[in-house]
C-alpha cells in the first residue's frame, strides 16, 4: 500500500485503483515473505488492521472512545471456538454468530451511557474489558480459564470448482482469507461513511446539540457506531482463534485495547487509511526493530501521548502536511 | 471629566462570523452610560468583550489610559472592572455569604476588610442578610439579581458593566434594581449597562449608544436619545399611524 | 457470625478509606476541568514504590516515605497538569487528554515494569506486623494508620474547600469557570492547585497501599477500575458522594471475598457502577447535582 504514493495525484484519485492496488498487494505479499515467520506476522497484520478500523469507526467518526476492543475481541474468539468445539457448529455459522454476539454485547454496553458524556462511555467500556478478562479467566467450566483451550482447527478447506481445494493450514491461504475479510470490512465500512451515515456520525461527532435540531438522534447512532465497532472486533476474534490455534484469556487483556488505540491514534482518526496505516506500522516495526522488544510498550504509550499532544491527526496529517509541501497548490482531495 | 473606558474599533468575531463592527464607545468618570439595542444586536458580546470574557478579533480597549485589549478577564477585575453576566450566574452550591465573599477575592488576604464590605452589601441589601446562610441557587430571580449586584460590588470596582440586569424579572423588582443602580451610580462608581428594557435604560443613563445587527447606529445623551422618533418607534413603543402600541419590541430590521 | 461481620466490616472500612483517598483526586480534577487523569493510578503506584523506596533503600521512617510519596504525587500532578491538560485545553475533542494519558499511563507502567519487575515487593512497615485484639477482632497497626491518615486528610482537604478564600474559589470555578474569572480568580491557577492536590493525596494513598496490596507496577490497575467506578457511583465532582461511594466499594469488597468470591468483587462493583449509568447517572449515593453529565 506504500507504493501507490509514489504513482502521482491521478491514481491516488482513483478509489477503483487503489483498491485494485490493495489486492495486487495482497496477493503478492505472500510470495515475497515466504517463510512461516512473516507469513505469520502478515496475518497478525491483517488481523490488527480489522481491529483499528473497527475502533476508529466509533473513535473517528463517532467520536466515542471505545476501550472496550479487548474485551470483543475476546468475545468473538471464545464464542465461535466454543459453538465449533462444543455445539459443533460450523465454521462460517460460528464465525457470524460471534460476530454478532459481539456488536450485540456492544449495543447492550453502550445503550447505558450513550445519553451522557464521552468519559461515561470510555470507563463503562473499560470496566467491560476489565471485567470480560476476569470472567474469561475465572469461568473455568465454561473456558478453561488460564489453561486455555487448544488445538484449535483452522477455518475448514475450501473446495472451490475452478482453484481446487484451499487448505488453511497453509499459512499463505491463512493470510489471503483473513486480509480478504480485512477488505471486505474496509469496503463495506468505506462505503458506509461515504453514505449519509458517515455524514450523520460526523454530525454527531462535530456538535451533538447541532445535529439533534435537524432531527438526528444521537444516541441511537453512537450505539450504531459502537456495535459496529465492537461486531468488527468480534470478527477478528474469529480468525484470530483459529489462526493461532491456542486460546488464552491473556491474549485479551486491557492491555491489548490500548495497542489498538495506540495504532488509531497513530495512524490518525478520522480517516480509515490512516489506522490502517498505524496498525501495519505498529505490528511490523516492533518486529523490525528486534532490540526494542521489551520497550515496545514505552513506545506505544509515547506515541499515543506525542501524538495527541503535537500531531493530533497523526501519520496522515504529517502526510497531508509533507505532500502539502511538495505539491503546492495540489487540490485537497 | 476624565474618561474611564474607551473602545476603538472593536471588531468582535464567533469564529468567522461577524458579532460587532468598529465599536467605539466611551465611559466618563461617574457617568452612567447605556447600549440599548435588540436581541442579538451585540450589545452583550461588546460587553463580554470589554470584561474580558471573548477576545475581539481586532480594535483596542483602553481603560484608566491603559490598554487592556489582551488581558484576561481575572486580571481587569483586579484593575477595577466589575461585570455582573447575563443570566445573573451566582454559584448555585455556594452559599449568599460564600458568594459575596468570593466578590471580594481581590481582598481574599485582607478578612477584615472582605468582612467589612460583606456586612457593607447586607445593609444595602436587606434581604440577603436575611439569606446569608442559604445555598445561592435556592433565591428567587430578583433575589440573585441583588446578590450578584452586591457581589460585583465587593471588589470596589471603578467600572461596573451589567449585562441585561431586568432580563425575567417583574416590574416591581426591576424598578428596584435600577434604583439601586443609580444610588451606586451616586457613590461613585461608573456604570456600563446594557439593557433591551430602553426605557429604564434612558431613564437611568446620561448617555447612551444604539446597537443594530453589530453596529452603532446612534449615540448621544439620553434625552436626545428618548426624544429620537426611530428610537421612539423601534424600542420605546410610541403610538404607530396606525394606532398600535408595540412595548419594547423592534421593528423588524 | 456478628464477628465476622463486624471484622469484615472494619476491614471493608479500611480498604474503602484508601480507596476514597485515591478517587478524591480524581473527582476534583473532574468537577473543576470536566476531564479525567487516566494516569492518576499509576501515581499512586509510583507513590507506593518511592515509600518503599525510602523506607527500604533510605532507611527512613514510614512517615517520611508518606510525607516523600505525597511530594512525588504533588510533583506529577503538577508536570500532567502543565505538559498535557493545559495545552489541550478547549482544543478539539473534549476526549483527547484522556487518550494522552492512557499514554503516560502505559509509560509508566512499563517503564516501572522494565525498572521493577513484575514481582511482588514486600512492602513491610513497622506497623504491619503490630497486632491488636478486642473482643474477637484482628487489626493491624497499620490498618488503624490508614484509617487516621485518611480520615484527617479527608477532613483537611473537606476543611480547605468549605472555609478558606482558595478552597471556595476552586469551588466556584468548578461550579462556574467563566463566571469565577469575573470575580478576579485565575481558573488556571486554580485549575492546577488541584492537579497538585489530587495527585499529592493519589501518591500518599499509594504510600498507605503499599504494605496492604500486591505490590507491582501494576497494582494501580487493579485500583483504577474501582476508583472510577466509585467516582461515577458518588457523582462525579461531588466530595461527599465520593466519600461514600468509596467506603461502600471497600464494604462490598471485603464482604464479597468473605462470603462469596474474590474474583467477583470487579464484577459486583462494575454492576453497580451500569446501575448508576442507567438509572441516576449524576450519582448513586448523594444529593443530586445536575453538573457535567
Known amino acids: 500500500m506504500g507504493r501507490q504514493r509514489f504513482w502521482g495525484r491521478s491514481l491516488a484519485r482513483s478509489r477503483k485503483l487503489r483498491f485494485l492496488l490493495a489486492v495486487v498487494v495482497i496477493g503478492l505479499l505472500p510470495l515475497a515473505f515466504t517463510g512461516s515467520y512473516w507469513r505469520t506476522n502478515l496475518i497478525v497484520c491483517a488481523i490488527n488492521v480489522l481491529l483499528a478500523i473497527g475502533l476508529d469507526f466509533v473513535l473517528g467518526y463517532a467520536g466515542q472512545l471505545n476501550l472496550g476492543q479487548s474485551a470483543f475481541f475476546g468475545i468473538g474468539a471464545y464464542a465461535s471456538t466454543l459453538l465449533v468445539i462444543k455445539l459443533g457448529v460450523p465454521f462460517w455459522a460460528a464465525f457470524a454468530l460471534g460476530t454478532l454476539g459481539a456488536g450485540a454485547a456492544g449495543a447492550l454496553l453502550s445503550i447505558f451511557a450513550v445519553r451522557l458524556r464521552g468519559h461515561y462511555l470510555a470507563i463503562a467500556s473499560l470496566g467491560f474489558a476489565v471485567i470480560t478478562y476476569q470472567v474469561l479467566l475465572n469461568w473455568i467450566s465454561l473456558t478453561q480459564g488460564p489453561l486455555g483451550i487448544y488445538a484449535i482447527a483452522p477455518p475448514p478447506t475450501i473446495a472451490l470448482r475452478w482453484l481446487g481445494r484451499i487448505p488453511f493450514t497453509d499459512l499463505a491461504n491463512l493470510f489471503y482469507l483473513t486480509a480478504g475479510l480485512t477488505l471486505v470490512v474496509y469496503v463495506l465500512l468505506d462505503r458506509m461513511l461515504r453514505s449519509p451515515i458517515g455524514e450523520t456520525l460526523t454530525a454527531i461527532r462535530e456538535d451533538e446539540i447541532s445535529a439533534a435540531s435537524l432531527g438526528i438522534n444521537a444516541s441511537r447512532w453512537k450505539v450504531f457506531a459502537f456495535a459496529v465497532s465492537s461486531a468488527v472486533a468480534g470478527a477478528a476474534g474469529c480468525f484470530y482463534a483459529p489462526f493461532v490455534g491456542t486460546l488464552v484469556p491473556d491474549a485479551f487483556f486491557v492491555t491489548e485495547s490500548f495497542t489498538i488505540l495506540a495504532m488509531v491514534i497513530v495512524g490518525g482518526t478520522g480517516t480509515l487509511i490512516g489506522p490502517a496505516v498505524g496498525a501495519i506500522l505498529l505490528t511490523l516495526l516492533p518486529e523490525l526493530l528486534r532490540s526494542i522488544g521489551d520497550l515496545r510498550l514505552i513506545l506505544y504509550g509515547a506515541s499515543i501521548t506525542l501524538v495527541v499532544l503535537f500531531m493530533p491527526g497523526g501519520l496522515m496529517q504529517a502526510w497531508r502536511l509533507l505532500r502539502s509541501r511538495l505539491y503546492l497548490g495540489a487540490e485537497v482531495p | 471629566m476624565t474618561c474611564l473606558l474607551a473602545t476603538t474599533g472593536l471588531d468582535i468575531t464567533y469564529g468567522k462570523v461577524f458579532a460587532c463592527r468598529d465599536i467605539s464607545i466611551d465611559v466618563a468618570e461617574g457617568e452612567i452610560v447605556t447600549l440599548i439595542g435588540a436581541n442579538g444586536a451585540g450589545k452583550s458580546t461588546t460587553l463580554r468583550a470589554i470584561a474580558g470574557v471573548i477576545k475581539p478579533r481586532s480594535g483596542v480597549i483602553l481603560f484608566e489610559g491603559r490598554d487592556i485589549t489582551a488581558l484576561p478577564s481575572h486580571e481587569r477585575n483586579r484593575l477595577g472592572i466589575a461585570l455582573v453576566p447575563e443570566g445573573r450566574h451566582v454559584f448555585p452550591h455556594l452559599t449568599v455569604r460564600e458568594n459575596l465573599e468570593l466578590g471580594g477575592f481581590k481582598y481574599r488576604k485582607d478578612h477584615v476588610r472582605v468582612r467589612r464590605l460583606v456586612e457593607a452589601m447586607f445593609a444595602t441589601f436587606t434581604r440577603l442578610r436575611e439569606r446569608a446562610g442559604q445555598k445561592a441557587g435556592t433565591l428567587s430571580g430578583g433575589e440573585q439579581q441583588m446578590l450578584v449586584l452586591g457581589r460585583a460590588m465587593m471588589s470596589e470596582p471603578r467600572l461596573l458593566c451589567l449585562d441585561e440586569p431586568s432580563l425575567g424579572l417583574a416590574p416591581l423588582v426591576v424598578r428596584d434594581i435600577f434604583r439601586t443602580i443609580g444610588s451606586i451610580n451616586a457613590g461613585g462608581t461608573s456604570v456600563l449597562l446594557v439593557e433591551q428594557n430602553a426605557r429604564y435604560a434612558l431613564k437611568t443613563a446620561s448617555r447612551g449608544y444604539v446597537l443594530q445587527t453589530g453596529s452603532i447606529t446612534a449615540s448621544g445623551p439620553c434625552a436626545l436619545l428618548r426624544a429620537d422618533i426611530r428610537v421612539q418607534e423601534a424600542y420605546l413603543g410610541r403610538r404607530t399611524s396606525d394606532g398600535i402600541i408595540n412595548n419594547v419590541r423592534p421593528k423588524s430590521e | ?293
Open chain 3, 1 to 293: 457470625m456478628t464477628g465476622i461481620v463486624l471484622q469484615q466490616g472494619i476491614n471493608g472500612i479500611v480498604i474503602g478509606s484508601l480507596y476514597v483517598l485515591v478517587a478524591l483526586g480524581l473527582t476534583l480534577i473532574y468537577g473543576v476541568l470536566v476531564q479525567i487523569n487516566f494516569a492518576h493510578a499509576d501515581i499512586v503506584t509510583l507513590g507506593a514504590f518511592t515509600a518503599y523506596a525510602v523506607t527500604h533503600f533510605l532507611g527512613q521512617s514510614y512517615f517520611a516515605g508518606i510525607a516523600v510519596a505525597l511530594a512525588v504525587g504533588a510533583v506529577l500532578g503538577w508536570l500532567v497538569n502543565a505538559t498535557i491538560f493545559s495545552p489541550l485545553r478547549d482544543r478539539g475533542n473534549e476526549l483527547l487528554p484522556l487518550i494522552a494519558t492512557i499514554g503516560v499511563s502505559i509509560m509508566l507502567q512499563n517503564a516501572m515494569l522494565a525498572l521493577l519487575g513484575p514481582i511482588p515487593y514486600a512492602f513491610e512497615t513497622p506497623y504491619s506486623n503490630l497486632v491488636i485484639r478486642y473482643g474477637g477482632l484482628f487489626l493491624t497497626v497499620q490498618n488503624v494508620l490508614i484509617v487516621v491518615v485518611s480520615s484527617v486528610s479527608i477532613a483537611l482537604l473537606y476543611g480547605f474547600m468549605k472555609f478558606t478564600f482558595l478552597g471556595k474559589a476552586l469551588r466556584a470555578v468548578a461550579q462556574d469557570r467563566e463566571t469565577a474569572g469575573l470575580m478576579g480568580i485565575n481558573p488556571n491557577h486554580l485549575i492546577m492547585l488541584t492537579f497538585v492536590i489530587a495527585s499529592a493525596l493519589a501518591g500518599m494513598g499509594g504510600a498507605l497501599l503499599g504494605p496492604v496490596l500486591v505490590l507491582t507496577p501494576f497494582a494501580g490497575t487493579s485500583v483504577i477500575v474501582k476508583a472510577f467506578a466509585i467516582v461515577i457511583i458518588g457523582g462525579f465532582g461531588n466530595i461527599e458522594g465520593t466519600i461514600l461511594a468509596g467506603l461502600l466499594v471497600g464494604l462490598i469488597e471485603s464482604f464479597t471475598t468473605q462470603f462469596l468470591d474474590p474474583g467477583l468483587i470487579d464484577i459486583v462493583v462494575f454492576a453497580l457502577l451500569l446501575l448508576t449509568l442507567a438509572v441516576r447517572p449524576t450519582g448513586l449515593v448523594a444529593e443530586k447535582r445536575e453538573e457535567n453529565v
